[in-house]
Each structure stands twice: as C-alpha cells, then as structure tokens.
C-alpha cells in the first residue's frame, strides 16, 4: 500500500481532549484527471477540502483490532480541488482513544486511553498531461486547536463554533506500525435515516424533552438562532419512567452529553466524531423556545443492503419485526455490539453469535461480518481462546462457552446464507484453534467444565439476584464444544481438509455428553439437546420441552443460549402452535409484551419496563439490544418456511415448509438471496390456508407432511382445514 510511504504525524504538544485539525495547503494545475485521497488516523476523523466534507464515510476509519489492523479509506476528491487548497482533517478520539469499556478499570483500557493521536494520508493527483503529484503525512503539515473540545465515545462530544482554528504549529512524526495499514474492508458506515423529532413537551418534572418517536443510533442535528457564546446542551435517553420524566440511568457511566456554544445567528451542528443511541434528549440548555423542527436524528450505520421482509396480519407483530430491524441498523455500526447507548457499545461475540441468522436475512451481512471475522481471528489469543469481545478491549477476560462460539457459528453462517466457501476458508484456523482450545483447557476429557462462562445469560430461571439462569454451564460448554466441533468437521470436509481428529472427537464428545448428561433440567438443556442433536431421542426431548413449556404456563425461562433456538425445535418436532404461542405472546415474558409497552427496538429484557411500569434495574437495563431479535430467523424459517436445503447453502435449493397460524392471519416473508429473491406467502381463510410460492431456484414445497419437488417459478397451493 503505497500510503506507507507517507509519515505518520502528530501534534507536538498535549491539548488533553480537545481535538485537533491538521492541516495542509496545495497548489494544483487547472487540467485534474483525477484525485484520490486515502487516510486513516488513530481516533475517528473527518476531513474537509476548501470547506467541503470528503466523502460521505462517518466515523471513520470504523473500529478494528487496532493492534493489528487499521482500515484505511480511499476517497475520490477530484472534484472537490481547486487551484489553491486546504485539507483539514479534524481527529477526535473514537474508539481507538476512548476509555472502553466503560464500566472496568484496566490497564490496557489506561493504556488505550493515552495512546497519541495520529494521522496519515496520501493525496494523488493525476494531471490529464499524465503528470502525477503526491502529497503525503509529513513535517509540512502543521496542526491546531479545533473547535471539537471534546469528543469521546461514552460521554459525547463538546464544540465551540466561536473558535476558529489559529496558531498553527509544526507536526511532528509519529512513530507507529504501518503494517497494519489494510484497506476498507467493512461496509462503509453512513447517515442512512433523517428521524425528525415528533415532539417537544415538558415533563412533570419541568424538563424539556425532545421526542423522535423511534430509537436511532446516530446523533441530533439541531438548528437554532443564537448569541454568539448561547450555549445548547442535552443528554440522551431511551425512555420516559412511569410518571412520564426524562430517564436515562440506565446508560450507567455514559455521560451521553452534547454541549455546544454558539456563534451569532442561525446555525445547524451535529456531532462528527462519536455517536449516541436514543430516543429522546433531554434540553440542558437552548437559547430560545425549541420547536419539534428544530432537531431530527440522523440514523447512522454500516450502508448494508436490505434483504430480507416481513409483514404479517398483526400489527403488534409487524411493529416486532420493526424493533429487530431498528435492533440491527442500531447495533450494526462497524462492529456487532451489544447495545449502542450505555457504558459498553461492545462487540459481544456472544450477542453476535446468537444474532448471526436473522442479521444475514435481514440485510446482506457478509462483508460486514467478514471483517469482523477477521478481527476475532487477529484478537484470537495464542492458546486459540476467543475473548468476550471483539475488537478485545477486555483481553484478560476470560472466553466463555456461547461467546467464543461465535469463531465457529458466525463463519459458518455466513457461509449458509451466501454460499461463499472463502469465508470458512478464511477462517477455518481460528476455528479450529478455538475448538483446540477448549480441548487444551477443560478438565474433564471431550466435554467442557470447571470453567468460568456466562452461562445461559439472562435467563429466566436464574436464582435471584443471578443473571445467569439455572441451566448447567457444563452443560452448555460441553453442548457448544459438540457444536463447535461439528463445524469444525463439516467446513473441513467442505475445504478437503483432513478432520478425522476432529470427526472422531466429535463423536467422543456426544458420548461423553449422554454418559454425563442423561437427563434434562430446564428448558434450554432439552433445548440445546434436541437442536444439537445430542440427545439420542430429539423427538421425545422436543415432547418434552413442549410439556415443559405448558407447565411454565406457555412461558419462556430461556436466556441468550436457549432463546435462539426453543422455537425451531418447537416446530421441527410438531410444535408449531406452540411456537407461535410463544411468538405471539403479549404478556411478559414474551415478544410482544416489549411492544405492548411501546418498543420501536428490541430490550435486554423481556421486562426492560415491567407490567406496573417501573423499570428492571439500572445497572444492566438496555432498550436497544438485538439478541433476543433472533427470533425473526425462525419466522422466516418455520413461519414463513423459507430456508435453504441441506447441503445448499447460499439458497441454491430451498426447502418450502411453511407453519400458518390462524392467530395472525396471514404472513408475507421476502427474501433477496444471492441466487434471486423468493417469496412466501400464506393466509389463513375460512376453509383452508392458501399459499403463494416465487422461487428462483428449484424447491421442495413440504405440505400436510406431503413433499412435491417444484421448478423455479410462481405457484398457488392450498390446504384445506383440519
Ligand atoms: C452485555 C451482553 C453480553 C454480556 C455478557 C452484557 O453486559 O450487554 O449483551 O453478552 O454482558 O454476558
């Protein structure tokens, strides 16, 4: 990459968290072929030539492994120069310099935090007469003081729009790796949405608060009137507490504060180098009286491709399928985290790995997730152990079974999505370092114990006080340690790898499990059991969790482990209307019951708010956190019966098996695949169900338990009632 030959540079005294412009000025000749500027810096930057943004990318260079890999952007700007020029680039601390994660005091997080700013850029521009000049980083920039006085991940950012950057002053070199210098390799991240506030009322309280109607990951822009030196500040939230008051405690640590001082007359400003998740800001100070057009939410993520939706008889439940796509837009901004707005803003393998399927319908993930991928890969520790983070900004925490998982489920399921084998092939080390690794680290030989994990998360059947619901650990590590090594076998034979040691581990692995695991507890041990097939009766294990489930009172105690999955072995084993029971469910615990209480993004937890309106509990309370959005694979899968057929990956073949329910009427699943865009339809009418098939590949529609092999084409078909 020919940018490694410009320097690195920096500023040459500390300015503590004010944000500094580099600078340099040019001459060019009239007659631009073309003009392309690549950068990157350490901390998220926005540069501007003769006042015009460059390009449309925000928050970039987006969040690597920085230790090993650092995206560097590549900008067409030919239409942006002039004879005389001026390239600022203003570099704020972004993920790169940002105390993270919040809530833990680290030395790395200390080491992080006081790391130097930096930038490197190379500008080419190519003259129609076949001239070339190239402007590199290097001891002719010089740097400044810039109006961003403050920019910071958790705690916002503040500006000065009274300041003008002056006393210009020498850089100096930076001495930092180039080697990891890579080229994009994510989705480019970009203002995809304008939410314009819905309202702006006081509360009982007496404050003043701005509503946008829907949760948005991204900032305000504001446009307000002022004095030079008035002064606009707000913080932002997600909810209103039960008496109707501006609520944010839930954000922990996460200071979440814009402030602003003006200059004269009417101005427009959003933050540029960090971003927030809300619905509403709380109005700290404004100049004058704040009208609903005054604000709008820009919604900013990674600029991924919709593919795949849902609409369906019942509103509750089409505005469900909104909260998880408002769940993914909000979580999906450069790296899969856990949620966007309180002291974590992670990339949560665990979360990620439960949220892997549905995100690869909704939207075309691949690329997204490739370059996450690629960063797990590059954090994997030597052992082969994957964090609990990724990019790791924990890397003393322990892996744990579910969360490391995610080295081998995520590769494999973008695999099954896009059918691209490369993804495995790029990956295929790490997963086996990681399903090594657990073998190198359990105590007890083909299954997984004594070992620090998170366990069935937030399950629902965790003793009080317990995040971690009741299902054994060492059941779930032993069952995902089965699971991880299955993969391991299967991308293997796919790859012409040499798997036996691991075929035959794996069938270690189930022995050892029913030798050690004869019977099941909760509803996620008979869930994992039967989805992994571990249990050598899936059948009756599915009976059993269906009885189970009846006698909680049609109720869900699964955590992030057993939540994912309870539904497909619902209706893989003749459970279908139990499924959609649970689905369909508007009281707590339930998928709806979030709706009924005014969601517009899936929460945390089933009773983020609970049945009398107060709140779960501050400390680990969010309102935007997708992985319970999971939910929405299985409504394409078994709802809507789409998916691909065994050994099809990519959707070369798909199986048609649809499962209607009278409750909601009718269903309309689309899904855009790398091999065409299929359709299903179904709706329930007064004597039977009428279904409505588009498939561009061959499939093999399965009704009444009849299987007929149809071409690619448009068909109707029905069954009749009873
Ligand atoms: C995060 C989760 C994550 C978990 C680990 C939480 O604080 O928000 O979603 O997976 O920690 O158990």
Known sequence: MEIRNSQWITISRSIGDIAPVFRRAFETEKSIEKATLEMTALGTYEAEINGKRVGDYILAPGWTSYDHRLQVQAYDVTDLLQTENALHVTVGRGWFRSPMPGWMDTEDKKRRYHQPCGLIARLTIDYADGRK?????????SWAESPVRFSEIYDGEHYDAGIRPSDWQPVSLLDWPKHILIPQEGEIVRETERVTAKRVFRTPKGETVVDFGQEVTGYVEFTVNAKAGDSV??????????????????????????????????????????????RYVKLLSWPNHPKPEDFTAIAVHSDMKRTGRLQSGNAELNRLFSNILWGQRCNFLDVPTDCPQRDERLGWTGDAQVFVKTASYFFDVERFFRKWLHDLKADQRPSGEVGQIIPDVIPDGDSSAAWGDAATICPWQIYQTYGDLS??????????KWVN???SVTKTPNLWTDHFHFGDWLGLDAPSGSYKGSTREDFIASAFYARSTELVVKAGKLLGEDVSAYESLYKRIITAFRCAFPEYKTQTEHV???????????????????????KDGVRLRTGFVGTPYILHVLSNYGHADLAWSLVLRREYPGWLFPVTKGATTAWEHWDGIREDGSFWSTDMNSFNHYA??????????????????????????VIYNPHPDERLGWLDARLETRNGTISAFWACENDGVRYELTTPVQATVVLDNIKKIVEPGQYTFWTEKG
């Not at 402030?259 to 101005?267: A, D, F, V």
């Not at 993804?423 to 086996?432: E, G, P, R």
């Not at 994992?528 to 009846?550: M, Y």
């Open 133 to 141: 000049t190239v402007i590199g980083t290097d001891e002719s920039w």
């Open 233 to 278: 500040s707000f913080i932002h939230g997600e909810m209103l507490d039960a008496d109707g008051n501006f609520y944010n405690a839930n954000y922990r640590s996460a200071k979440a504060l814009v402030k602003y001082s003006c200059r004269e007359g009417t101005q427009t400003w959003h933050p540029r180098l960090t971003f927030f998740g809300f």
């Open 423 to 432: 993804v495995l092939k790029d990956q295929f080390d790490s997963m086996k």
């Open 437 to 439: 690794y657990i073998t």
């Open 528 to 550: 994992l059991a039967a989805h992994f097939s571990l249990s050598d009766d899936p059948q009756k294990t599915a009976d059993a969790l269906a009885e189970i489930i009846r």
């Open 628 to 653: 319970y959005g999971s939910v929405a694979d299985w409504i394409f899968e078994q709802g809507a019966g789409i998916r691909h057929a065994e050994n099809k990956p990519g959707f070369t073949e």
